[in-house]
């Protein structure tokens, strides 16, 4: 007998909608589908973890970009290809239709930009239901380097089960606005208005800041706070006073967000994805020298230059950049290199 999972929001039904997507797909949409592709089914991204990298696509994608990208792709990574923002049986599908209505309405906020703070025009009960709704999400799925905690979680759940409705008008303002827990809770936002026109982005979710959680997705930088505490964070990997100079959001008013520059936030994108390099990089270094030792190598740090040989090949341009720096990849690319000496 299989018995479903009840939903992971209303905790009563069956949860059995298929593809729900944890990060809203219009947002999404705009960091991991193919270049020139609009629609779904047709993702092209890659998730770098510390110890691994993986690679995912859609199951529209053109098999001329999958060639380009993969080289030849067998039945068997068709079959266990798996994209990490779409799960079946998370929610019910009464439950996937409240979340698609609020997604709904704040996508209308993205034809709203200025050069200053700016009312994004929706008001800050859509958007805190809307941003928490991502963080929440994010959390329970546990494949995004950070969470909430279980009490946190469960305070998430218990709001948005209760305030979340089948249409925009009958969200409930006055009620959340006297409800003791959303008196804490607020939100900051800054944007870079049109960056994904011309920017690679992506969706990183703060490992080490909880007050604020701090995410960044598409062209938002969020920082969402269940205790109205922003102390902790000082600087955003080198966005700095635009931390301060943010509005907070609370139910009540209307949503303001701080627009922030392209270059700034380029810079910022450029940092984390040097700081997950470096991450990975001596990853990669303690593996060696922990080889070096296994193999009975002289002292406890494999020599530099075999260790360049590695990086060498684990960085040729001759493979296709959908299989560099997986963990069966850098494998590989250790007993190849290693293998020289052995024949020697």
Known sequence: ICIMEKCKLCKVNDANKKGSHIVP??????????????????ELGFV?????????FGRSLQPEKLEEVFGEVSDEEIKKNEIPSVVDNIFCSSCEKRLSIIEAEYAKTLKNFSDSVYKSGCSTAVGLLFWMSVVWRMSIHKQYGTHLTSGEEETCRSILNRFLTHSIESIDEESMKSH????????????APNFTDNHTTLLFFHPLFRNPYSLLVDEYI????????YIQLKDFYGIKDELSQSPINKV???????????????KAILQIIDKVKDIKLSQIVKLLDE??????????????????????????????????YSKNDIRESIIKVLSQFVKQ
């Open 25 to 42: 797909h219009f947002l999404l949409k705009r960091i991991d589908n193919a270049e020139g592709e609009h629609g779904r089914d047709r």
């Open 291 to 324: 080889i070096h030792v296994s193999l009975g190598g002289e002292g406890s740090i494999m020599p530099g230059w075999i260790k360049q040989q590695i990086f060498d090949e684990i960085t040729s341009d001759e493979k296709k950049i959908g299989r560099k």
């Open 252 to 266: 009540g008013t209307e949503e303001k967000i701080l627009p922030i520059e392209k270059e700034k936030m380029e």
């Open 48 to 56: 770098i973890e510390e110890n691994d990298t993986k690679s995912y």
């Open 180 to 191: 003791k827990l959303l008196k804490r809770i607020s939100y900051k936002l800054m944007r």
């Open 222 to 229: 969020l920082l969402f706070s269940l205790k109205g505490n």
